[in-house]
C-alpha cells in the first residue's frame, strides 16, 4: 500500500526531476501539500514525513485544523488558498500565515485590519485570473499594479507575489502560454516591488510545465492525499 509519506516523496523527486530539466535548483521551489477536505490524521502523517507548509481552501474547516494541531505541530505555515468571503476574512487574518487570493482593495484593506498586532504581516500574493474563465476568482493582469500598490501601503500585509490557476487542459500550449504569461506579470511585479519572490503556480497534473516557466511554489493535493475522498 502506499503511503502519504510515499507520495510526498514522489512528489519531491518529481520537482527535483522538473527543476533539473529545466536548469533550475529544486531548492528555488516549495511543495504546499493541498489538505483540503483531509482530516487531521492525514495532515498529521504528512507532517511527520516533514512536509510543513499546507494550504486549505475553505476557512471553517482550516480554522479546525489549526487549532487542532497547534500545540503538536506550531511549526506549520498554514497558506489559505480558497475564495475568501469578506465576512470570514477575519478568520484567516487571525489564523494563516499566508492568504494566496487576494483580489480587490476590499479584501487586502479586511485583512490588514483584522491582522492581530502581535503576529507578523499576512503573506500575500495576488491572484490572477489567467484564462479570464468566469468561473474563477482573480484579476486580471493589467490589474495586478493597482491592487499591488493598494497592498504595499497596508502595514500588516506582505506582498509576496502572485498565484493562479491556469486552464484545465491536456493541450500543453495552452499551459505553456499561460504560464508564460503569468512569469511575465511576476517579473513586472517583481520589478517594482524587489521583496516579490513568490510565483505561486502549478498543481499536480501541471507542475513540470508550471516549473519550466519559473514556478516558485506548487500546490499539490491529490498526488498526496489521493483523490478527494480518498
Known amino acids: 500500500m502506499t503511503t502519504i509519506t ?20 529544486s531548492h528555488e521551489i516549495k511543495l504546499l501539500a493541498v489538505s483540503k477536505t483531509k482530516p487531521v490524521s492525514q495532515i498529521l502523517e504528512a507532517y511527520q514525513a516533514g512536509q510543513r507548509r499546507f494550504g486549505e481552501n475553505y476557512v471553517q474547516e482550516g480554522q479546525e485544523k489549526i487549532l487542532a494541531l497547534q500545540s503538536d505541530c506550531p511549526d506549520i505555515e498554514w497558506h489559505f488558498i480558497g475564495p475568501l468571503q469578506s465576512n470570514k476574512s477575519r ?52 490589474q495586478m499594479m493597482a491592487l499591488a500598490k493598494e497592498i504595499a501601503t497596508l502595514p500588516h500585509l506582505k506582498l ?25 506579470c511576476f517579473d513586472k511585479l517583481k520589478a517594482a516591488y524587489p521583496e516579490v519572490d513568490t510565483l505561486s ?3 499536480s497534473g501541471d507542475l513540470e510545465q508550471a516549473i519550466a516557466h519559473g514556478s ?4 499539490i493535493g491529490s498526488a498526496i492525499f489521493g483523490a478527494r475522498g480518498c
Not at 509576496?160 to 511575465?184: C, H, S, W, Y
Open 216 to 219: 516558485t511554489m506548487v500546490r
Open 201 to 203: 503556480m502549478g498543481m
Open 91 to 142: 478568520i484567516v487574518a487571525e489564523h494563516f500565515d499566508w492568504m494566496h487570493t487576494v483580489d480587490r482593495d476590499k479584501i487586502a484593506q479586511r485583512l490588514n485590519d483584522q491582522r492581530p498586532a502581535d503576529m507578523a504581516p499576512l503573506n500575500v500574493c495576488i491572484q490572477i485570473n489567467i484564462s479570464q474563465e468566469s468561473s474563477k476568482s482573480g484579476i486580471t493582469p493589467t
Open 160 to 184: 509576496r507575489g502572485l498565484m493562479a490557476i491556469p486552464t484545465e487542459t491536456d493541450d500543453t500550449q495552452v499551459q505553456n502560454r499561460e504560464f508564460a504569461e503569468l512569469k511575465q
Open 6 to 25: 510515499d507520495r510526498l516523496a514522489a512528489a519531491q523527486q518529481r520537482i527535483a526531476q522538473a527543476a533539473a530539466n529545466a536548469s533550475r535548483s
